[in-house]
Nanobody, 121 residues
Framework: QVQLVESGGGLVQAGGSLRLSCAAS????????MGWFRQAPGKEREFVAS????????YSADSVKGRFTISRDNAKNTVYLQMNSLKPEDTAVYYC??????????????WGQGTQVTVSS
């Protein structure tokens, strides 16, 4: 089992920045690729970014490329999502997940409870 706890969400004005953190406990964190997903009200959960177990490769959704950066610190069992130039359409509950690498949510077997990000215009 892997337990994931997100933090760092909140209310920010458009153009602002937030850094989300996801702390993992349980099985060896470095064995897993990590992903960030988000779900806005009335919409399906969508892929945001992912990172391989070593941190050597990352992928991002086109909608966040150049604005969001995923990173991880295996010594701290933590994955981060740095979000810059936030837009109102980034408003969603953000989830971190552990599992295989990629954009498909079905690749991830462990999920956090989510953290709310609200971007005001």
């Amino acid at each position: 089992q892997v337990q994931l706890v997100e933090s760092g969400g909140g209310l920010v004005q458009a153009g602002g920045s937030l850094r989300l953190s996801c702390a993992a406990s349980g099985r060896t964190f470095s064995n897993y690729a990590m992903g960030w997903f988000r779900q806005a009200p009335g919409k399906e959960r969508e892929f945001v970014a992912s990172i391989t177990w070593s941190g050597s490769s990352t992928y991002s959704a086109d909608s966040v490329k150049g604005r969001f950066t995923i990173s991880r610190d295996n010594a701290k069992n933590t994955v981060y999502l740095q979000m810059n130039s936030l837009k109102p359409e980034d408003t969603a509950v953000y989830y971190c997940a552990a599992g295989l690498h990629g954009r498909d949510a079905r690749n991830y077997g462990y999920w956090g409870q989510g953290t709310q990000v609200t971007v005001s215009s």
